[in-house]
Structure formats: structure tokens, C-alpha cells
């Protein structure tokens, strides 16, 4: 039996003003897509034969360009219409990838997806722990199986559940049933953290609803809150032998899941630049991260602020080492070669730099996609990137030609840190600021969300 393979993954930020193009994206097709996913191995050891099509990942940005979103759809589409004799689909997209004129590419992409191949083949699909998801959606997936951890640490983990399941339902010919239940909630990301209460112990009541009999796949999803589209919000999707089961379950695991919604809080010290940039330097902590959330890079944001930078230079002298990482500008970076030191004007103050060293950045799959050069005012030095880069580990800085244990201060245009950061980090401060990528969505004009919704609606009432 045939089962094909396929990933296409990109997550949208509505309010961001910077569009992807061709070369943002990582792209194998054929069998280098399984350099990216682990799915190979099982299938071929259960005897299947194995199709691949595409695998196309890019860091978040704002909506995706038709004709782009068209050009991998399509050969997505064309390998399930070269084999139209598959058994099976496995397929790993985001669920919260927004297309110019059309909306949900997934929704679009399973649509068309199965209006190829009818109801025959069973498709597995991966999502994103932050999909935004419809009925629809869900309707066109036998088994769903979304990430239980964030920051992300089981991508591997649950392509390895999503396709075991699949292996399990075709070699005992079984046709699960993926059910939703959504939930009038759009929680702040940056709170969501799976290893703290509530959602540390609502996740493993995942894992043991999974062992329940006849229960495939139990998911929360809690949406992406940068994505002004009538599908935002959280949902809960369960997978299971039967409809009624699988309805009932994601029913039930929703009620339990909005009863948290005033639970979540950003688990470290915030507030506003100032007062973070304050507290950065006269905190005796070794090694301080300041995260300048507004401007998240891996949210979607363009990561060309110049905000924390000012903070700190308003406040110059000061004897802290401090690394702003990175500011994005191309036009600099044009430059680079000619450059020994340069002006920044920065609100009222006109700053001179002297350059430091150039180095490379690293895109969203570890991959060298630009140059950077590090530059110096006084106690600060930062690094200007040719393209958006997300400092989320020490390989980044280290391809930049820097040491982040040479620094007192650091900060990333992120919001929570990524584990790989995490080890360096001896007091973490996340700067409320303001940007496409801001966690105060009252700040947003949303257009297109289905209302009520919580926090900007309160008082709502469902599941009585």
C-alpha cells in the first residue's frame, strides 16, 4: 500500500507588514524531504511504500502571497493525483497559515485535497499546537494530532504519533472520526507555557485520555492570537473509533479547558521597556535576557524596532555589557563592506557606532540565509541582520561572531525563550511592547473574529 508524504508549514501574523517570498522558505522535495521528517522509517518497516512530495517550512511572517501559497499547493496536489491508488496521506501542516483572498490554506489545501482523492485514502494530518481550526477543517482529516508543548519540543514526537496511527488504522482497517469543539477564547501565547499549572496537569490528562479504548488523538489547541480571521480562537480536537465518542470527549475536555481561561498569567517579571531596561541594569543576576516581545520575529513581527535600543542608549553611561539581537536592516547591511562606523538617529539622539565584526544568520531551519555585523556604542553592541533572524540559540549568536557569555544583557526579539536559551538565562524580563506582534490583543483593530470572545468579551456563557 501507498501512503504519501507531505509538509507544508507556515504561520501567518495578520498585523504583520512584512510578506514571505520563495526564499524565506526551506524546500526539499522527493526523498529529501526526509531529512526534516522522521516519518520514513515507519512506514517503510511496515511495508508500506512510501511517496514523497514537498516539504516547504518558513519563520513567521504576515499573510502569504496567493500566488506563492498556489505554487506549493499545487505540488502537493499534483503528487495525490499520480497516485490516486494511495491507501494513505501523511501530512504535517501549521493550521494557522493565512493566504491572501482565500483565508486557511490548510482549510483550502484539504479541501482541494480531498475533493482529488473522495473519502478512499486515510489522512493523517500534523498540526501546530497554535492552529487556528474549523469543522470543516477536521472533517477532511481522519486523525489529527497536534504538539502538546510549548515552547515546541516534540515536533518529532508527534509526527512519530500521527503516523503510527495511521500505520495502526490501515493494516486493522479501521476509519477513525476527528471531531472539534471550539472555545470563544483567544489566549495569550506567551502565557501558555505546558510545563506550568494549569496546562502542565491538562496535558497529561491528555496523554491518559489517549489510553482510554478506542481514543487515538487528544488535542488542545490554542490558537494563534496574531491572525484577524473568523477561525482564531482555542479548540479541543479528539480522535476516536467512533463520532459520537470522539464528539463527546472534545466536548467534555473543552468545558475543562475554558474553566481555565483567567489562569493564565506571563510566568516572568514584565512590564514596560523602561521599567525592564531599569531593572536589567541594577539587577545583580549574572546573565539577563529581555525579551522585546512586540517585535517577535518568530511571531511573524518584522524585527526592525529600534524601541529597546533607544531605552538603552537613553540611558547611557552604564557599566553593563548589553547585546540587542538583532535589528533587522537591510540597507545597513548593504553597506557592511564599506562601513567602519555609521549614525543612527534614534528618536531625538543621533547615535555613532563603530563596527565591530560581520558574520552570518541563521534561518528558522539552523540554514546560513544572510549576513550580520555587530556594531558598538559604548556599552552596547548590537547586530544588524540583512534579513529577519530569531536569536533562539547560542549557534545563532556564534554565526554572528559573538559570545553571548561575554554580555551582562541580552536582548532577543522573542517572547517566551527557547529552550536553548534557557540555560544561559539567569533572570528573564519580557518587555510589554508595543508592534505586530504585541500580547495586549486590545490593542488590535480585529475585523474578522466571530465574537464574543475572551479576554475581549467577558461574561460569556457556554457549556451549561
Known amino acids: 500500500m501507498k501512503v504519501i508524504v507531505a509538509s507544508f508549514q507556515f504561520e501567518s501574523c495578520t498585523f504583520s507588514e512584512l510578506l514571505p517570498d520563495i526564499n524565506d522558505f526551506e524546500y526539499f522535495e522527493g526523498q529529501d524531504i526526509f531529512k526534516k521528517l522522521v516519518v520514513y522509517e515507519p512506514l517503510k518497516s511496515a511495508g508500506f511504500e512510501v511517496i514523497p512530495s514537498i516539504y516547504a517550512n518558513a ?33 504535517y501542516l501549521h493550521g494557522s497559515m493565512e493566504v491572501e483572498k482565500i483565508g486557511s490554506g490548510e482549510l483550502q489545501l484539504l479541501r482541494e485535497l480531498r475533493a482529488i482523492t473522495g473519502n478512499r485514502p486515510l489522512i493523517s494530518l500534523v498540526l501546530d499546537l497554535h492552529a487556528n481550526i474549523t469543522g470543516e477543517l477536521v472533517g477532511y482529516a481522519d486523525i489529527i494530532c497536534g504538539y502538546k508543548t510549548a515552547p515546541h519540543v516534540d515536533q518529532a514526537e508527534t509526527q512519530l504519533r500521527a503516523v503510527h496511527l495511521l500505520i495502526d488504522c490501515l493494516k486493522n482497517n479501521i476509519r477513525p472520526v476527528s471531531k472539534m ?17 494549569p496546562l502542565k496537569t491538562l496535558i497529561q490528562k491528555t496523554y491518559e485520555l489517549e489510553k482510554l479504548p478506542e481514543i487515538l488523538s487528544v488535542n488542545l489547541f490554542f490558537g494563534h492570537m496574531w491572525v484577524d480571521a473568523p477561525n482564531t480562537r482555542a479548540s479541543v480536537v479528539v480522535t476516536a473509533s467512533k463520532a459520537e465518542q470522539a464528539d463527546a470527549l472534545a466536548k467534555d475536555t473543552a468545558k475543562i479547558f475554558w474553566e481555565t481561561r483567567g489562569m493564565y498569567r506571563l510566568s516572568v517579571e514584565n512590564g514596560t521597556i523602561g521599567d525592564c531596561v531599569d531593572s536589567a541594569l541594577k539587577t545583580a543576576a549574572r546573565r539577563v535576557f529581555i525579551s522585546d516581545s512586540g517585535d517577535n520575529t518568530t511571531a511573524g513581527a518584522e524585527g526592525r524596532s529600534l524601541i529597546v535600543l533607544n531605552a538603552f542608549a537613553s540611558r547611557l553611561p552604564f557599566r553593563k555589557k548589553v547585546c540587542i539581537a538583532g535589528i533587522t536592516d537591510d540597507v545597513l547591511l548593504g553597506k557592511a563592506k564599506e562601513l567602519k562606523t555609521f549614525s543612527c538617529h534614534i528618536g531625538d539622539q543621533e547615535i555613532i557606532f563603530t563596527v565591530k565584526n560581520t ?25 544588524f541582520t540583512q534579513k529577519r533572524s530569531a536569536f533562539i540559540s547560542k549557534e545563532n549568536f556564534e554565526m554572528a561572531g559573538v559570545k553571548m557569555e561575554d554580555y551582562d544583557i541580552i536582548v532577543v526579539k522573542l517572547g517566551y525563550l527557547f529552550s536553548e536559551l534557557q540555560p544561559f538565562c539567569d533572570q528573564h524580563y519580557f518587555a510589554l511592547t508595543d508592534g505586530s506582534s504585541c500580547v495586549d490583543i486590545r490593542r488590535f483593530h480585529y475585523q474578522k473574529l466571530i465574537r464574543p470572545l475572551y479576554p475581549l468579551d467577558e461574561n460569556i456563557k457556554i457549556f451549561q
Do not use: H
Request: aromatic share 6%; with cysteine.
Open 59 to 91: 519563520l513567521p511572517g504576515g499573510i502569504l502571497p496567493l500566488d506563492l501559497y498556489n505554487g506549493f499547493k499545487e505540488k502537493i496536489l499534483r503528487t495525490v493525483k499520480e497516485n490516486s491508488d494511495a491507501e494513505g496521506i501523511f501530512i
Open 181 to 197: 469543539t471550539g472555545i470563544p477564547m483567544l489566549p495569550v501565547g506567551d502565557a501558555m507555557l505546558t510545563a506550568e499549572e
Open 359 to 383: 558574520g552570518k544568520i541563521l534561518g528558522w531551519a539552523k540554514e546560513m540565509i544572510g549576513d550580520c555585523l555587530t556594531a558598538s556604542c559604548q556599552n552596547i553592541d548590537v547586530i
